[in-house]
């Protein structure tokens, strides 16, 4: 556990997300990783061994589209959660009949060793997390020395409309604060990251309703604010909420309501471990295999 926490997240509400967040992908998820997969042709490495975390939630679409680039990389997949892991095994189990059964490396349902992975691809999972220093700290430690990392999240001016409809009606929160690119930069590079490279973009996503636009939120996430509503609401509250995100959201020329969302890339290579000597020294066995082995390959 970091000691950096973001102070807006509620870790029992994020817990508990983890654990009821519906088993498949919202539409956004998977959008996010096509755009994601489209960045991979930049990556030259060819990775023979690569780490889905939260293969799910994240979109299986990429699950497909990463093993058909990389046949012959062996895959491992981590889900928070076993049913999410059931269901994944179950989408992408191969067909008895099929060829690719015998001949496809198969995927593992389990954490892999320290140090053995080339690459790991988190789709949509960091923003979601109560302790994301601590996150990254899991990443680095799943690559070995050379590997990379490539994720995405939401950025702060994620539906900024909403945020500021609550505010205006002196309502609590609407959402917990999201972190910025720029920070996330340098949190990658506090855990050990080097090269990290961050981008963003805003997607903005149109709805006919506002049940629609609940409806989408709901399969997105929750709000993991500290000061967010503290009691259930009733039916004239949501009632109420219909009304103004119908009377107050902006809305494209065809009139349906419009939401922003900002959406975070990153990519980061895992560093050469730099060790300081002084009188007192201790460097782990892992890190010492790496630097040597570094240092033979130089020449």
Not at 90 to 99: D, E, V
Not at 205 to 224: A, D
Request: proline share 7%.
């Amino acid at each position: 556990m970091s000691a950096n926490r973001p102070p807006t997240v509620d870790p029992v509400a994020a817990e508990r997300w983890q654990r009821i967040a519906p088993a498949a992908a919202p539409w956004l998820h998977e959008e996010v990783a096509r755009r994601m997969l489209e960045r991979l042709q930049w990556i030259k490495l060819q990775p023979r061994a690569w780490l889905h975390w939260g293969a799910l939630r994240g979109g299986l679409q990429a699950q497909w589209a990463i093993a058909a680039a990389y046949p012959a990389a062996k895959c491992f997949v981590v889900e928070s959660q076993t049913e999410h892991a059931h269901v994944v095994m179950k989408i992408t189990a191969i067909p008895w009949w099929n060829p690719r059964r015998w001949l496809a490396p198969a995927v593992v349902f389990q954490a892999p060793q320290a140090a053995s992975m080339d690459m790991l691809w988190a789709n949509m999972a960091l923003h979601e997390s109560a302790d994301p220093q601590a996150l990254l700290v899991q990443w680095h430690q799943a690559l070995r020395v050379g590997g990379f990392v490539m994720f995405s999240c939401l950025g702060p001016d994620s539906a900024r409309e909403l945020r500021e409809i609550y505010q205006v009606l002196g309502w609590p929160p609407a959402s917990h604060q999201l972190t910025d690119m720029h920070d996330w930069g340098d949190m990658l590079v506090q855990t050990g990251f080097s090269e990290p490279v961050m981008d963003m973009e805003r997607i903005t996503l149109t709805y006919e309703t506002p049940e629609r636009l609940l409806q989408e939120l709901r399969e997105l996430g929750r709000n993991y604010h500290p000061e967010r509503f503290g009691a259930l609401r009733g039916r004239g509250w949501k009632k109420q909420l219909l009304q103004v995100l119908a009377q107050r959201l902006p809305r494209q020329a065809d009139g349906r309501l419009a939401l922003t969302f900002e959406v975070i890339y990153g990519h980061a290579l895992k560093a050469q471990p730099k060790v300081r000597v002084s009188a007192r020294s201790a460097v782990s066995e892992q890190d010492m295999r790496a630097m040597l082995q570094g240092a033979r390959s130089r020449p």
